[in-house]
């Protein structure tokens, strides 16, 4: 039982974990050797490490985290389906949740049918699902198939049936998992309305998702796990921009593990690559990098590096030191400071390399040794016309005019 009235769900100290079969034993006598010495035939993963976290009535709260991390073991246990080992969950009302498509449905009955199934599997009487049933059935867009065995649905008629029993059954909290996908075009930008409109009305909402541009959307609280372990707690936004910055780092480490080593020049040597500013900012904050090599022949240098957009795969910025002109050997050390005020997101990779006068390249820098950079503009969450034109590359810059 929740003490604070103002809480809707409270997780103190939660772990869980699950026995993972390594062999199977075909017999009794097997099993006793085996126990007898000591092989255990099982280990032991740990799902989830020490969660705490609290929901506020009101609050749209964001989980997100990557493949493996724990988020649906965590809405299991919030929704009562698993029991942590340790730890308590204490919920404030009733509890509605859409985890795992299907569930509860059955394709021998009509759609009209699973939706009284669904509902009563849900905590719901009769006479409550009786009030909701035009709702669930509107919003579904279903009328004329109520009547119908849901063997005969297509998937996506079945995935709107069961969201929109989620969403319109009248619960307390709503959890939902990775559900900004059900349906088509259409359906999403209902799916939309339907969110931003729960938002405002105060009702409280857990949404699982990787889609880190609904979280900065929709939600006003986040949770990143990682490893079974609370990585951040907070704000949507920083939530969202470490969560980002974590797979561009994973996707680089993959790539780097098998790069191939670069060749060492005879000319140069000693590239390093240091970023003196955040790896996470906003457009209107600068970059600052500080670059430094070490050239053997009494040559002309220069320092020359692209931006790299890691999701859209084109280069964002180019520059070079080329107004500092540079000869003869020894270290050089330069610092560049500069700003992409006109992006609203973007993940960005460095692409660096020393060349000679006629720019030539001398030495590239290994894709391992130049930073990662996450550009995240905020936005005012109660424009709405805004938040939509955030979703591009450059930022809005209009003037809109109404002609007769």
């Not at 849900?122 to 279903?142: C, N, S």
């Not at 259409?186 to 857990?206: H, M, P, V, W």
Request: net charge negative.
């Amino acid at each position: 039982m929740v003490k604070n009235k103002n809480i809707a769900v409270k997780v103190e100290h939660v772990s869980k974990s699950f026995k993972l079969p390594t062999e199977s034993s075909q017999s009794l006598r097997t099993t006793l050797v085996n126990l007898f010495k000591g092989i255990k035939g099982y280990v032991e993963y740990n799902v989830l490490q020490d969660i705490s976290f609290e929901v506020e009535k009101g609050d749209f709260f964001g989980i997100v985290g990557r493949n493996g991390s724990g988020k649906s073991t965590l809405l299991k246990i919030l929704s009562q389906i698993y029991v942590p080992e340790r730890g308590t969950v204490a919920v404030d009302g009733k509890l509605v949740s859409f985890i795992e498509l299907g569930v509860g449905f059955n394709p021998e009955l009509t759609g009209k049918e699973n939706v009284y199934l669904n509902g009563a599997m849900l905590g719901f009487t009769a006479e409550e699902i009786d009030a909701m049933y035009d709702d669930i059935v509107e919003f579904a867009e279903l009328s004329e198939f109520m009547n119908q065995k849901l063997k005969n649905y297509s998937s996506g008629m079945q995935v709107r049936l069961a969201f929109s029993v989620a969403i319109k059954a009248q619960g307390d909290i709503l959890i939902l998992d990775e559900v900004l996908a059900v349906g088509d075009e259409a359906f999403q930008r209902k799916c939309n309305d339907y969110f931003l409109e729960r938002k405002k009305s105060g009702k409280t909402t857990i949404l699982v998702t990787h889609d880190m541009g609904a979280v900065k959307k929709y939600c006003n609280k986040a949770l990143l796990i990682e490893k079974g372990y609370v990585k951040a707690l907070g704000e949507p936004d920083d939530v969202a921009n470490q969560y980002s910055f974590d797979n561009v780092l994973a996707s680089i480490s993959e790539v780097t593990e098998n790069e191939e080593p670069l060749h060492q020049s005879d000319i140069v040597k000693d590239l390093q690559i240091n970023l003196v500013s955040k790896n996470q900012i906003e457009p209107d904050e600068s970059i600052e990098i500080e670059f430094r090599y070490t050239v053997l022949e009494d040559i002309e240098t220069h320092v020359a590096f692209t931006f790299l957009d890691l999701e859209r795969h084109f280069d964002v910025y180019n520059d070079n030191s080329m107004d500092l002109k540079t000869f003869g050997k020894g270290e050089k050390f330069f610092r560049v400071k500069c700003k992409l005020p006109s992006i609203n997101q973007a993940k960005l990779k460095m692409a660096v390399s020393v060349r000679n006068s006629n720019k030539q390249p001398l030495l590239f820098a290994k894709t391992s040794d130049t930073p990662a950079i996450i550009i995240s503009r905020k936005f005012s969450t109660d424009n709405i016309a805004e938040q939509d034109a955030a979703t591009g590359f450059i930022q809005r810059n209009s003037q809109w005019e109404l002609l007769d």
